[in-house]
């Protein structure tokens, strides 16, 4: 009944702008489909094509709990990349970002602007999930924004109430907060892999590995890896750690986790005699690799 009445207000507003637009109900699989992932892609540019805005939901219908976008702000911040946009502008309750919730704490500095750098270190007080400061709290406005920038997109954190300010902002005025986009990589398959798709695993890597997947332009061989996490198979996406616990990448596998436990540490010529069979001399290709 939600969506129902939910895309009947959007119709009525903009009806009265002459503005066609489409309701376009989505959920995660969508977007972990390889095949799926370019379909959604091709409908959103038929329908800016034709002049028509696309209403955003998730399909809450059909999606699984493991599958769930969780909150709107991540689903606009995957969406956004899916489509190649410019700005992503995240409208809360609250006219900019605070070091904390200002109605809570009277000392919460403002944040106007913040780089890449800023963004990993960036930590807020309060404002978690079920807080007054949008769907899914302030927590989630941060991880959107370091989706979305780390896909170049520059991404905006402002007042709901106040749609004239957007333009305003494009035109480089100085409200809300705003996360200055790192530089695009616009390999598709590459930010399919890394934004569209939802990690099973982890592979830890030594640093020989490291260095020759981020340095070198390698593939992921067993040799290099010291240590497998999570459930997966064959074609599912990892996240790759080095040593020290930092994530370094993620990539598509092509072996599961019980094969992977078995041949890490190897040299790729061990491979049939570990498994008993011929498989790939790499655990992730470097054409399904994508470094941060």
Known sequence: ?????????????????????????????????????????????????????????????????????????????????????????????????YSADPRTFPDAKPIKVVNSLELDKLEIKAGGKGSQWGTGGMSTKLTAARLATSAGITTV??????????????????????????????????????????????????????????QKGKSLLPAGIIKVEGEFDSLEAVQLYNESGQEIGRGIVNYNQEEIDKIKGNHSDKIPELLGYHGAETIVHRDNLVIN
């Open 1 to 97: 009944m939600g969506q129902g009445r939910l895309i009947r207000v959007y119709d009525d507003l903009f009806t009265a702008l002459n503005q066609p637009i489409a309701q376009v109900l989505l959920t995660r699989r969508e977007l972990m489909e390889r095949s799926c992932y370019v379909n959604a892609k091709n409908t959103f540019d038929a329908l800016f094509e034709l002049g028509v805005i696309p209403i955003v939901n998730e399909n809450d219908t059909v999606a699984i709990e493991e599958l769930k976008f969780g909150d709107n702000d991540t689903l606009s911040a995957l969406v956004a990349s899916l489509i190649n946009a410019d700005w992503l502008f995240i409208l809360t309750d609250v006219d900019r970002l």
């Open 157 to 214: 954190i402002t007042h709901g109430k106040k749609p004239g300010n957007l333009l305003k902002i494009i035109k480089g005025e100085d409200i809300g907060t705003k996360f200055e986009a790192q530089l695009n990589n616009d390999n598709a398959r590459k930010r399919w892999i890394y934004y569209g798709l939802l990690p099973r695993g982890k592979l830890y890597l030594d640093r020989g590995a490291v260095k020759a997947i981020s």
